[in-house]
């Protein structure tokens, strides 16, 4: 009887999938997923192979001799020491700034008043660029921790508080009503409807703010004191060894693409159990 | 066969007592110079189905939403029992033409939101939900999420929904709209067999002549904008024998036939 129901249902639900969903994308099966994925790294990593050998130019190194320095790097602890100095300007901008940018967009989602009074500051620190204004952050806080942390909020906290702003204001009138018709209070309808539907566009932020404060964080690294990741850039530049100079920048993508992808998965794990 | 009431006024001493919405005077102007509605006095009988039907861009779904409170009148007021009301309140429930579901919710959790926004526990909002479910016919989707299921299926979760706050007066807006032709047919007939149980006002909003005299036991024709109502009619079909044979009453024909006459006067 169970079993008669589950699979009815799994029956509809698939009939329904299938009569009602647009299809945008036509539909790869999961193994040929795999599959496209490695080709299209393998065309970027054999077009840097080919270019390093041509050479495009005498401080370009192949892909393979990247790979090598990478491979030197985390094994001789290079990675490890630089990762553990970059971090913690980058721990604890995100952190301070996460709570207190999506505070600041949800605030002014709901309310006008703060709406006008911060939403040009916020237009324009997104539009401006944040390098030129490394070195006044400098001039301010000095060449310490603070100014790294500085600097990742201010690359990470207009992506978010913009992002949290449109996804309050996002929220589907008709949920609104609904909530009205039902006899939500104002909080009710805050916490119950408003939040849910803009968790979405919250946590894209974050993501992107994650992925701009590790923009900060190397610029500050490049622009104010050479510490961490930044650090090694500059020193294997200055001493002319490329291929570990780029494996330094490679392991910068793949720290914040790894980053991302975590708060992705840590997002749909908690947060949408409807997926 | 028709019972035509060509005037909205005749019998309409306020107060009356078989009247479950009353509606005096309603308009309507719309920040921009919009006039959607002008000086609508209507009485929506206990226990009936009333439609507002109209061309498009009446103001029909402007009406509806005034009764449920959702938006202001620019002048007039709505009674429901007698008394005035200013806003929403626990005898109006509401059906969404977009079904206005939390995609984020199962459907147990969509159900009892009405109850849950009351501060009803948990378990006893859920018994009433699951109670609901059954009557719409979804057992077995208690747990399943909006996106799982077809349109049709979602708005019996509007439904039941509307039904578990125990509201007197269900609001209707274009609520098989978005439904295709074929699962339309069947919620309108589950729906007439609902309220067989459940005895409820109701007003529904639609712009389908057929589905109108189909459903109804008054239809209220509003003119062009700005809406003023234009006619009253009851079809007078006899749904307690067979709902099928409704559609192929003459009855049903006439009438759908009579609103086409008198509604292509609005069109363009």
Redesign the interface.
Known sequence: MADR??A??RG??E???G??GHQIVERVPSDRQWLWRLISFAVVFGGWEIAGRIPVSPSFPTFSATIVALGEMLLDGTLAGAYAETVQPLILGMLLCSVMAVLFGVGMGLSRTVEWFSLPIFIILQAAPMAALIPLITFLYGIGLTAKVVAVMLMSAPIIVLNSYKGIRNT?P??L?????????RR?QIV??IL??A?GLIFAGLRLGVAAGVTGVVLAELLITPTGVGDLITYYRSVAEYPHMFASILSIIIFSSVAVTLLQRAETALF???T | MLNTVLSARNGQASGTPEAAVQVEGIGKRYPGGVEALKDVTLDFPAGELTTLLGPSGCGKTTLLKIIAGLLDPSKGQIRVKGKQVHGPGPDRAFVFQDFALMPWATVLRNVAFGLELRGVAKAEREATARKYITEVGLTGFEQSYPHELSGGMRQRVGVARALAVDADILLMDEPFASIDEQTRRKLQEDLLQLLQIEKKTVIFVTHSIEEAVYVSDQIVLLSRRPGTVSRIIRPNLDHSTDLEAARRDKAYLDCVDEIWQTLKQYLV
Not at chain 1, 177 to 185: E, G, I, K, P, Q
């Open positions: 129901t589950a009815s249902r509809l639900s009939e329904v999938a009569a009602g589907s008709s949920l009503d609904m909530s009205r018709s039902f006899m939500a209070t009710q119950k409807i849910p539907s968790s949408r159990p409807e």
